[in-house]
């Protein structure tokens, strides 16, 4: 383990200590203090992003990942207004959730306290180095970040603004780390950090969860993949069905609440197909299917096994014919990333059905899935989408980024 | 990847979704056929038992090892009863724990749901097995055991029986199985079973936590290590000091609640060190100190740097001298396992402050640590005792064992 690394987590375990200790009023006043240096800095954090995507067009970067990328003056006040937004949120830590009084006495109360240093790790967008922070610190954390290579400049022009704003508070700057080698091994150190991070989030692509899933010691919190599932029940109404269907695929594609597959009832493929077709059609998205589905859309094509299992993040949808909401909801388990699914139906029956026994972090009746988001929830903001089951499902908003501790209050009782 | 464990992981999912459909009544019937069982079949499961005890004999196990491996008709009936108060417990299944209605009219509740498939790695003890799957069922959850193979003859019995009670009742039996290879490879695959198990509960030694926590790519509830602290501060009622810290050393000195380190103001080490001392001479507790320590007590030995951070789980206990609260929260949140700490004080000011400022799952105000334990604080029963903070810190009971799912009810929302 490389000493520096350790060394960071030194340093974020003593200034989570600090933080673990503050009032909602001076996490806000930090917060505030970090949104007015943001807008204050633009200029200068907007022209280390400049640098980054010199750099990024020299080695060829897609055009999709340098808008990924892009972090100008104004992208910058955005995400400086979006840290004054998590300030005004209500504050995760110092709540009791239960309580209780011992028969001999003594009281016991259960309260939130933060989780304590918090590891992420992601790809180009320069903006979560900034919403995580803001909502580390919101919930009395204390974070180390590890950002990709192709946004470096970008992180740490503005991990030095706001490491400059905690100073002029004089309060410890290692509330917030950047680790500035982006090598592998890097992110692979962070992950075997146990003692001195708490738990590890990593945002970004399939490649970089299963790599941190695989490797990690540190506890983790698995976010992202959606391959997201509409189903088409034998009684939904057809026009809802289209609307849901296009909301869910085209919207935005490339989220990983974006639906991947669609199941229809068999009885109603005939009606319903061309009907969804019609409207994915104005999007030109390729539609892969089964041996029915090929037979009522002539423009599918064969879907193998593969593409039951496969998170496109485009234009592309796979299509399956089912014989009911058991089948379905069969199919769903086995090949979903358990994100989000929906049902489009009028019966009773099987919206419960579905509703129960769909084992998937969001599941919904006649909505499309595009609505599992942190914002969507009324949480005001998330550091990414658990599709775990452990300590947080769905929207991770600061709700999750604290834990709990009991406190027992005696009078000289022993066991 | 052994084939025979994906196997065993794909009968446990498929087994763990016919228990998160089951009502509170079916669950229970489940759990009042196994106690009956395990009490028709206790002379069996005892059979059993004599003959790992004969094995271990063979090789030399040590007679607090074979005491931990006993499993005799009146302790296998004494586990049959646990299993009906498991049974009379509130279902932690089905609590709406939040709800709310989206501008648009979508109505989202987030409901508690069982995690789906537990797995469980522990050592000789043969209730564990028992226990361990009556938690289980009661909250939904399918779960794979792998025991020592100390215990593999008794573990074969009680899970037959088990599995018996199920298949008579014409319910899966898959909802408990035994992983009968005990080699070292069978948990390895254990903790890489991603897709198959929700949740890897490590139970037993401190090598085998470790072994855990370093290796598994499912996700972990880490339990059990416990270097607890005893701080007595410079306001202590010294005849308490001495009640508390001779009860959370001395009353069973062996669990993870039991106290290894004393932390003494310093300006009551003259006083209230020999107070202790005296106490913990009635169980011969051999101490060792610093420097202040050992010219005060003259039969105390010098401490060295790792008893700090060593859990003796025996008659042996390491005692400071420090300065005040601040050094003693410092010096605890540097050493401990965040496990279960406590301070003796009158000043509300430094009860406070050590409430706050520990970093472990239980700290206390004038009583023992020997109180962190699921049944002390009205969880019923507890299947661990976690040491992290993700998902469950402190006593993992019942409502550990259960993660959420959001369910949206629409009438065509699309975003």
Not at 207 to 219: C, H, K, Q, T
Not at 234 to 249: G, L, R, S
Not at 337 to 345: D, G, L
Not at 391 to 414: F, M
Request: proline fraction near 3%; charged fraction near 20%; glycine fraction near 8%.
């Amino acid at each position: 383990m490389n000493e520096t690394m350790i060394e960071m987590g030194k340093r974020a375990r003593e200034a989570s200590y600090a933080l673990a200790q503050m009032t909602s009023a001076k996490k806000n006043e930090i917060l505030h203090a970090i949104a007015g240096a943001l807008t204050a800095n633009a200029d200068e954090i907007a022209a280390a992003n400049a640098e980054d995507i010199r750099i990024g067009r020299e080695n060829g970067l897609s055009e999709a990942l340098i808008d990924r990328l892009s972090f100008g003056e104004s992208r910058v006040c955005a995400c400086a207004a979006a840290v004054k937004d998590v300030a005004a949120l209500p504050d995760p830590v110092g709540r009791a959730l239960w309580g209780s009084e011992h028969p001999n006495g003594m009281r016991i109360t259960r309260v939130t306290v933060p989780l304590g240093v918090i590891g992420m790790i992601y790809e180009a967008r320069p903006n979560v180095t900034i919403d995580a922070a803001a909502l580390c610190i919101k919930s009395g954390n204390a974070v180390i970040l590890r950002g990709g290579k192709e946004a470096i400049n970008s992180n740490r022009a503005s991990v030095a603004v706001m490491r400059g704003a905690l100073e002029s508070l004089g309060l410890p700057a290692d509330c917030v780390q950047l680790i500035e080698d982006t090598s592998r091994q890097s992110s692979t150190d962070l992950m075997h950090l146990n003692g001195y991070i708490d738990v590890l989030i990593p945002r970004g692509g399939a490649g970089l969860i299963r790599a941190v899933v695989e490797n990690a010691s540190v506890p983790v919190i698995e976010t992202g993949a959606g391959n997201c599932h509409v189903y088409l029940d034998e009684t939904a109404d057809v026009a809802m069905a289209a609307q849901i269907v296009y909301n869910a695929k085209t919207s935005r594609p490339s989220v990983c609440n974006a639906c991947e597959s669609l199941l229809v009832h068999q009885n109603i493929a005939e009606k319903a197909l061309p009907a969804v077709a019609a409207r994915l059609a104005e999007k030109n998205v390729e539609i892969v299917g089964d041996e029915t589905v090929c037979a009522i859309l002539k423009d599918a094509a064969p879907a193998t096994e593969a593409d039951w299992g496969t998170e496109y993040l485009d234009f592309k949808i796979s299509v399956k014919t089912v014989s009911g909401v058991d089948e379905a909801i069969r199919h769903i388990n086995q090949y979903s990333t358990h994100h989000s699914e929906a049902i489009v139906t009028e019966s009773y029956e099987n919206a419960e059905k579905f509703l129960n026994g769909v084992d998937s972090a969001a599941v919904y009746v006649n909505a499309s899935t595009r609505f599992t988001d942190g914002g969507e929830f009324g949480f005001g903001a998330e550091i990414g989408i658990s599709t775990q089951k452990l300590h947080a499902r769905g929207p991770v908003g600061l709700e999750a980024l604290v834990t709990t501790k009991y406190q027992i209050r005696g009078g000289g009782q022993v066991r």
